[in-house]
Structures are given as C-alpha cells and as structure tokens.
C-alpha cells in the first residue's frame, strides 16, 4: 500500500515563473454539467449524459514575505496585456521534494488581497491568490501521468 503524502507547501510557477511557494491550495476541483434527456414513451427514468467540463478558480494563502514582491509584479503585469499563461502546482515534502504537480492552462490572476492589516496585532499577515483557468493535465505523481 503507498505511503499517504506529507505535504509541507505549494510551490506555484506561471509560464515558468516562480511565484513562491504556498502554504494553502483550494478549488483544484473539475465537474462534469450534467444534461438530461426525458425520452417519449420512458416514464420509468430520465436519461442522464455528462456535458461540458469546468474548473473552479484556485485560491492560493500564504504569509507575507520577501516573494510577495514577485507577486504583486506579476499581478500587475496583467492590467497593461491580458494573456493565457501555463502554470504549475506543485505539492512538496518536507524535504523539499515535488510530491504531485498540477500543470494548469489558461491561467490568468483574478483576485490578490492581503489579510487585515491592524496596528498591535500580533498574528501574521497574509496574502490571497485567486486565479482562474481553462484546465489541468499532465497529474504526475510518482512518476505516473493522467490527463483531465
């Protein structure tokens, strides 16, 4: 039986582009719509077929820190050029080793946003990532590979 995967964060590139790496990854998430059919003279059951495939947007959570700069940069640069970029998710060990990888098309920011910012306060500032997308493949883990 494998092992279950340790992770320790989420080291994001777009189109080659470090970003940094996360300590918070949601909505790696793909649903088929479903459509149906109701055939005359078959009242016993609706038939049901998949339709088209979606993908919700990927939230991405971590500290502040020196990457953030990075960041912000490549946040902006989509306000001059809005373009498709290809990204990657990569879950890490511990050690540091890639775990599983995403590799996302279509990818553009949609949201940044940085936590609540408060004189005396003694937590640690955060900062939001939400990009959207037009898919994933390529699921490599361990060597193996599927496509979505």
């Not at 993908?55 to 306000?79: D, H, K, M, P």
């Not at 408060?118 to 699921?139: K, M, P």
Request: charged share 15%.
């Amino acid at each position: 039986m494998a092992e279950p995967a340790v992770q320790a964060g989420f080291k994001v590139m777009v189109d080659n582009c470090p970003l940094g790496t996360f300590s918070k990854c949601e909505g790696l998430k793909a649903t088929y719509a479903v459509k149906t059919y109701e055939e005359g003279g078959q009242n016993g059951y609706v038939h049901q077929m998949p339709g088209r495939l979606s993908y919700e947007n990927i939230t991405l959570t971590r500290a502040v820190n020196s990457e953030s700069i990075g960041l912000a940069s490549w946040f902006a640069s989509y306000q001059s050029m809005v373009k498709r970029s290809t990204g990657r998710i990569s879950v890490m060990d511990p050690g540091g080793n890639e775990i599983v990888t995403w590799s996302l098309m279509g990818v553009f920011p949609v949201t940044w946003s940085a936590g609540a910012i408060e004189a005396g306060a003694t937590g640690v500032l955060t900062e939001t990532l939400v990009i959207a997308h037009e898919g994933f493949f390529d699921l490599g883990m361990a060597g193996n590979a599927a496509n979505l």
